[in-house]
Nanobody, 110 residues
Framework: QVQLVESGGGLVQAGESLRLSCAASGVIFSDGTTGWYRQAPGKQRELVAL???????IYGEFVKGRFTISRDNAKNTVYLQMNSLKPEDTAVYYCWANAWGQGTQVTVSA
C-alpha cells in the first residue's frame, strides 16, 4: 500500500520561499515518476513539477524558474523548493507517485 506524506507548507509573504517534502512508504520514488500538483479553491488540480526515474524534470508553465523539484534516493523523499512565491501560488500542494498524499496548504500573502 502506497502512503505519501507531504510536509513543509505554511503561511509566507510574497517573495519568500518554502520547501515542501514528500516522504513515502510502499513505493520507491527512484523507480518511477513523482509529481507535485496543486489545487486552489474553485480551480482544477494542476501540475507543478515532475521528476522522472532518470532524474529528468518537467514544470508547469507558471513556474518560470521559481521552483525546483528534487529527490533524495537515500531518504526516499521528494522535495519542491519554491522561491519568489506569489499570492497566486496559494493552494493545497499534493504529492503523487501512483497515489495521492493528503496535501499540504501553502498560503502566500501579498
Amino acid at each position: 500500500q502506497v502512503q505519501l506524506v507531504e510536509s513543509g507548507g505554511g503561511l509566507v509573504q510574497a517573495g519568500e520561499s518554502l520547501r515542501l517534502s514528500c516522504a513515502a512508504s510502499g513505493v520507491i520514488f527512484s523507480d518511477g515518476t513523482t509529481g507535485w500538483y496543486r489545487q486552489a479553491p474553485g480551480k482544477q488540480r494542476e501540475l507543478v513539477a515532475l521528476i522522472t526515474k532518470t532524474g529528468g524534470t518537467i514544470y508547469g508553465e507558471f513556474v518560470k524558474g521559481r521552483f525546483t523539484i528534487s529527490r533524495d534516493n537515500a531518504k526516499n523523499t521528494v522535495y519542491l523548493q519554491m522561491n519568489s512565491l506569489k499570492p497566486e501560488d496559494t493552494a493545497v500542494y499534493y504529492c503523487w507517485a501512483n497515489a495521492w498524499g493528503q496535501g499540504t496548504q501553502v498560503t502566500v500573502s501579498a
